[in-house]
């Protein structure tokens, strides 16, 4: 915690070094961040969980107090304007002590329609930043959200500060935990809802607190990419388990998957020769090359898998310039992490938001950008049995090239996907995940 007081201050200089050059560039007096409001339930008395603005958290480890205002100018101290009510329904928010708090000026707010008081007075020079345009209309601001000043800042979140890495790192230690003691679980025959409860409770976080919604997948479901289900009863045979979750440290997230046979079998070398691929892919990231790139030398190389595996036959290149390869790997390689599991700025080339789309081929590929030092990326590569996309593939000239024994071996273990956290550093890769010794 000393090492993450001692980087804070720094962390807060860059951020302000941020603000001070696009409030100038812009004609800005500054920003006016806003953690977020409650969102209501409908016709109900209950919110939806709280999700704070990712650029107010970029500030302040405070992800759990709406109402509440950040001030900068990249000049003057930081304005906390800090929401502490007089509630006897909810728990109100203590007054910060912890180490980040010395760095900002404090001052309560008790209403949250009294905010006008502690903003600034030419509040039409100040650029509102968040979710609720109707409360900024209110205020008096013209400038909201303007695309100039979130192109900037997205664009320059993709490079982390050291307080920021320490953060990630964290969240690596935090959800290793967790997926050591969900492999345990999977092995000792839990269900799919068991596991999730054995996961959470080892990183000591809710569902709500996680950065996402956990997948936990046992045979054929670990073919449906955003599963979140949960099965409450063990299915009779135990063959496959993926899991890919998460957690949070001061707001930072971790996105982490693994993939497990339950016995050697012919799914067991794949997943080996999946982990093999991941580990090349990430061992060509470096400064200067494209994420693009890699993305594509995945196909690349998980074409010559489907052929050693008798899943495919044909050559590498025509496996992936006719799409094959895209019906066992239809999502993107990965994406930026940050204070958000998918960090926005990925296809941006330039502060100024010059956008890089994916390739036609590669529509879900979330990043588009050149890497570069202190850059935070998953890497996630899978191949899954999905019918629905092998439906296609049975239309046209194409089914000729697909093994559909080896399809109906594979079918009922759904698939694979292997997803580490690291760091590009000038002249190395940190692996924060498998620096933990996470490995298959
Ligand atoms: N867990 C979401 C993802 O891997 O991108
Ligand atoms: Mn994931
Ligand atoms: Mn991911």
Not at 366 to 386: A, K, M, S
Request: glycine share 6%; net charge negative.
């Amino acid at each position: 915690m000393e090492q993450l007081a001692h980087l804070y201050h720094d962390h807060l200089q860059v951020l302000n070094r941020r603000v001070s050059e696009i409030t100038s560039r812009e004609n800005l007096s500054g920003l006016v961040i806003h953690s977020g409001q409650p969102h209501r339930q409908f016709l109900d008395d209950l919110d939806y969980p709280f999700k704070v603005n990712p650029h107010f958290k970029a500030w302040l480890p405070v992800t759990d107090n709406p109402n509440s205002w950040l001030v900068v100018n990249g000049t003057d101290k930081p304005l906390l304007i800090f929401y502490r009510p007089v509630d006897f329904w909810h728990k109100v928010s203590a007054e910060p002590t912890e180490y980040w708090s010395e760095h900002v000026d404090i001052k309560f707010l008790t209403k949250a329609d009294k905010v006008a008081e502690y903003l600034p007075k030419d509040i039409e020079n100040w650029a509102y930043i968040g979710e609720h345009l109707d409360v900024a209309d209110v205020l008096g601001f013209t400038s909201r959200n303007p695309d100039s000043v979130l192109s900037y800042l997205n664009y320059h979140r993709a490079s982390k500060t050291d307080y920021e890495l320490v953060c990630m790192r964290q969240s690596n230690v935090i959800a290793v935990t967790g997926h050591q003691a969900a492999k345990t679980a999977f092995y000792n025959g839990a269900s799919e809802f068991e596991i999730l409860q054995v996961y959470l409770s080892a990183v000591s976080q809710g569902e709500n607190q996680v950065p996402y919604g956990s997948i936990v997948a046992l045979n054929e479901n670990a073919a449906i990419l955003h599963y979140t289900a949960l099965e409450q009863k063990s299915p009779a045979q135990r063959r496959s388990f993926l899991i890919d979750a998460g957690a949070n440290f001061n707001g930072y997230a971790s996105d982490i998957t693994r993939s497990y046979a339950f016995e050697k079998n012919i799914f067991d070398d794949l997943i080996t020769a999946m982990d093999n691929l991941q580990l090349q892919i990430i061992n060509m990231m470096k400064p200067g090359v494209s994420y693009v790139q890699l993305h594509v030398e995945t196909h690349y190389k998980l074409a010559q898998i489907l052929l050693d595996f008798d899943i495919v036959s044909g050559d590498v290149q025509g496996l992936v310039e006719q799409g094959i390869t895209s019906v066992f790997f239809p999502h993107g390689l990965g994406h930026m992490l940050g204070i958000q599991v998918h960090d926005m700025g990925g296809f941006l080339a330039d502060d100024k938001g010059t956008h890089i789309a994916s390739p036609e081929a590669h529509p879900f590929l979330r990043c588009t950008r050149e890497l570069d030092v202190n850059q935070v990326l998953t890497i996630e590569p899978g191949v899954y049995i999905i019918d629905s996309l092998l439906a296609g593939l049975k239309q046209d000239k194409r089914q000729a090239q697909v093994n559909w024994n080896t399809i109906d071996i594979l079918r009922p273990f759904g698939g694979i996907r292997i997803e580490d956290n690291v760091i590009i550093h000038g002249d190395r890769v940190e692996n924060m995940t498998r620096d933990l010794g996470l490995n298959r």
